[in-house]
């Protein structure tokens, strides 16, 4: 498996006899190959520089992988039992995985043995590592490797924090059971209690102790799996949010810093409206208690449930209403998210409009222009089924729907009570029959409205794309014989969306 570099002078090319390839590879100073990205047949990575290629088989290696003076047997500290043989590929026919870092099955170098059926990916056997001295038993049994630079070769959560890892790490390799930051690694094994310094020091344990399973506290409420710092004569659980929270932040969304709490206490936050039982942290001068997450909360946000941007305000004059995504009570003395527009009184929870099922993560910035927000794009159609449907003459009628904006059926209604403002519920504006309802609660939308996309205010076009999109189905297998009056019910229906399409 010796690696031969030689000069070829009458072609003026180099040349590397490789062991991985059968043929010679040929220097190729800048990578083309039909300008397609080719892949590294050593690392798997695309490759962006010089590099060795065989063009007959389309198999090309980074420069730097080439030349890479790899040993054929190695003795490795991630498996001392025995030495790992190079193979230019996976020995194996089916699935296998990197037993350092478990990514995927690959087709580049490994390092392998074969009793054992340990594995390492090529840059996960390269990597420099030590055993780590005098790691406390206490908090894992095992021997862990110090790794100073893992190359992002490590894709988990610090099992002390709860992270994703980065930079240097503690890394135990039996059954891949326990990984640290390099900070979580070196925290004292007792600390001074940070309320009350006159009481018992705290323990740090690898996770919490058992709980009834019906437990309410607040580990037990966030699941957490992590390092604690504990007394159980004073009965307190740290985490380590907790033990790392700074005693000030400041946040461009607040004129004033917020100071830490250094007490447990229950309280409502006043940025969401929900308890808390840790440290807050408090605005002095707007006597304001909030969760240490609520304070990086955005001030302007766009949801896939409105067509306006909603803010973020920390209380309301106006009286309590029902949340427009849960349909549940807003307390309007605590935060809420609503909309400013004029004839909007769209509102919804903080944890329902920063939920991930209807918010995509990015703020608005604070002098975003409406007009900029208000798009339609007509490839989005919010009705997710069509649960039941009828047909008269040449026309079909949608009669119960699936909505991505409700998670029950909204059936068409032609006659009946509307929602108490008598507003639709996706465009906020009034409502006349006929509509879809849910039967459950009070939750209505019209015509128009059952086709609004994220970001677009309901108008005339809407009545064409719903036209396009619901009423355009064809019935191949359902033939329903309507009543009279139905009949002229469904008419009027046609005749109001024909109107829309006009």
């Not at 031969?4 to 190959?33: A, C, D, Y």
């Not at 304070?295 to 106006?318: A, D, E, F, G, K």
């Not at 400013?340 to 939920?355: L, M, Q």
């Not at 009570?417 to 879809?436: H, K, V």
Request: glycine content about 4%; proline content about 6%; some cysteine.
């Amino acid at each position: 498996m010796d690696l031969t570099l030689s000069e070829t002078k009458k072609r003026g090319e180099m040349e590397l006899q490789h062991f991985s390839h059968h043929h010679p590879l040929l220097f190729i100073q800048h990578q083309s190959v039909t300008d397609e990205a080719a892949q590294c047949f050593g690392c798997e990575e695309l490759i962006d520089g010089p590099s060795y290629g065989c063009n007959d088989c389309k198999y090309y290696l980074h420069k730097r992988c080439a030349e890479l003076e790899l040993t054929p047997h190695l003795n490795h500290p991630f498996h001392p039992q025995h030495l790992l043989t190079l193979f230019p590929k996976s020995p194996y026919e089916g699935r296998w995985g990197c037993d350092f870092c478990r990514r995927p099955p690959s087709s580049g170098f490994v390092y392998h043995c074969d009793p054992c059926q340990f594995d390492l990916h090529i840059n996960c056997a390269l990597l420099q590592s030590s055993i780590a001295p005098n790691f406390p038993t206490s908090l894992h049994q095992h021997p862990l490797f110090f790794i100073q630079d893992h190359n992002d070769e490590v894709n988990r959560d610090c099992s002390g924090c709860m992270k994703p890892v980065s930079g240097p790490i503690y890394y135990c390799l039996d059954k891949r059971c326990f990984i640290l930051h390099k900070q979580c690694a070196e925290l004292p094994l007792e600390i001074n209690h940070p309320y009350d310094r006159r009481k018992h020091p705290l323990t740090l344990l690898p996770k919490p102790p058992t709980h009834l399973h019906n437990c309410s506290c607040y580990l037990c409420k966030i699941q957490w799996k992590g390092f604690i710092y504990s007394c159980s004569f004073c009965k307190i659980e740290l985490t380590l949010d907790d033990f790392f929270s700074p005693q000030t932040i400041t946040n461009a969304s607040h004129e004033h810093p917020w100071m830490l709490l250094s007490r447990q206490m229950s309280f409502i936050c006043d940025f969401c409206g929900t308890t808390g039982d840790r440290t807050p942290y408090l605005c002095a001068t707007c006597n304001l208690l909030v969760h240490k997450n609520c304070i990086s909360l955005p001030q302007n946000i766009m949801i896939t449930r409105h067509h306006h941007v909603i803010s973020h305000s920390y209380s309301l004059t106006q009286l309590d209403e029902l949340c427009r995504i849960c349909y549940e009570e807003v307390d309007t003395r605590y935060g809420s998210y609503h909309c400013s527009a004029s004839d909007c009184n769209y509102i919804a929870h903080v944890h329902c409009a920063t939920d991930k099922a209807v918010w995509d993560g990015k703020s608005i910035p604070e002098d975003y222009d409406e007009r900029s927000m208000v798009a339609l794009d007509e490839s989005i159609n919010w009705i997710t089924d069509v649960v039941e449907q009828m047909s008269f003459g040449e026309n079909t009628v949608a009669v119960e729907i699936k909505h991505a904006y409700h998670d029950h059926n909204l059936r068409l209604t032609f006659s009946g009570e509307m929602n108490d403002d008598g507003q639709c519920d996706g465009c906020m504006r009034p409502i006349s029959t006929p509509f879809y309802s849910c039967e459950q609660y009070v939750f209505t939308m019209d015509l128009g409205t059952n086709a609004m996309i994220k970001v677009a205010h309901l108008n005339v076009t809407f009545g064409v794309f719903y036209y396009r999109t619901l009423w355009s189905i064809q019935v191949t297998s359902i033939h329903c014989s309507l009543s009279t009056t139905f009949q002229r019910v469904a008419m009027l229906v046609v005749e109001k969306i024909t109107t829309y399409r006009q």
